[in-house]
T-cell receptor, first 115, second 110 residues
Framework: ETGVTQTPRHLVMGMTNKKSLKCEQH?????MYWYKQSAKKPLELMFV???????ENNSVPSRFSPECPNSSHLFLHLHTLQPEDSALYLC??????????????FGPGTRLTVT | KQEVTQIPAALSVPEGENLVLNCSFT??????LQWFRQDPGKGLTSLLL?????REQTSGRLNASLDKSSGRSTLYIAASQPGDSATYLC?????????FGAGTTVTVRA
């Protein structure tokens, strides 16, 4: 595997379910990100991790719970979601959070549908 | 708060025409600007990254310019092809955060 991978690619869940999204980066990066992309809206930054430490929680509801067990893996735990949470969830990574180029590399996304 | 605007929202051109996509941002204190391509239902592919100290970057048929003081960037795609049909996103970086525009959806007609 190369780059940034995400599983599952598609997920349908009921409002009372609990599920998790997984992201893995094979680039040796130290920073990882979760973004939400809703229809007809710009990407919204949700969470940022640097060296497994959360540095940003962009006013995200507590029904979304991130976890970063090591610098290569990032999870997004979901529970008691609402239909408006249906979106494409994208994971990204970058070398670090410094002022350098720090290009962000994105995974293919998980298409989440909440019924 | 950084606001990023992309104009036009959609563009349809015949094959072979040059494409011009515009991006503007409100806070000029940026580290860099990235242009991405997104195919329907897919993730983002980075096309070009321009550092704040640079004026332009080129990759093949793509050229992106940056005027930081006026808060503008333009992506030029020469001799468009049907395979260029996608949504193009502009993102600017302040500190460690990327702020995205809503994108320009391009259709290149064969």
């Amino acid at each position: 595997e190369t780059g940034v991978t995400q599983t599952p690619r598609h997920l349908v869940m009921g409002m009372t379910n609990k599920k998790s999204l997984k992201c893995e980066q094979h680039l040796g990066h130290n920073a990882m990100y979760w973004y939400k992309q809703s229809a007809k809206k710009p990407l919204e930054l949700m969470f940022v991790y640097s060296l497994e430490e959360r540095v940003e929680n962009n006013s995200v509801p507590s029904r979304f719970s991130p976890e970063c067990p090591n610098s290569s893996h990032l999870f997004l735990h979901l529970h008691t979601l609402q239909p408006e949470d249906s979106a494409l969830y994208l994971c990204a990574s970058s070398q670090d959070l410094g002022q350098g180029a720090n290009e962000q590399y994105f995974g293919p996304g998980t298409r989440l549908t909440v019924t | 708060k950084q606001e990023v605007t992309q104009i036009p929202a959609a563009l349809s051109v015949p094959e072979g025409e040059n494409l011009v996509l515009n991006c503007s941002f409100t806070d000029s204190a940026i580290y860099n600007l990235q242009w991405f391509r997104q195919d329907p239902g897919k993730g983002l592919t980075s096309l070009l990254l321009i550092q704040s100290s640079q004026r332009e970057q080129t990759s093949g048929r793509l050229n992106a310019s940056l005027d930081k003081s006026s808060g503008r960037s333009t992506l030029y795609i020469a001799a468009s092809q049907p395979g260029d049909s996608a949504t193009y996103l502009c993102a600017v970086r302040n500190d460690y955060k990327l702020s995205f525009g809503a994108g320009t959806t391009v259709t290149v007609r064969a």
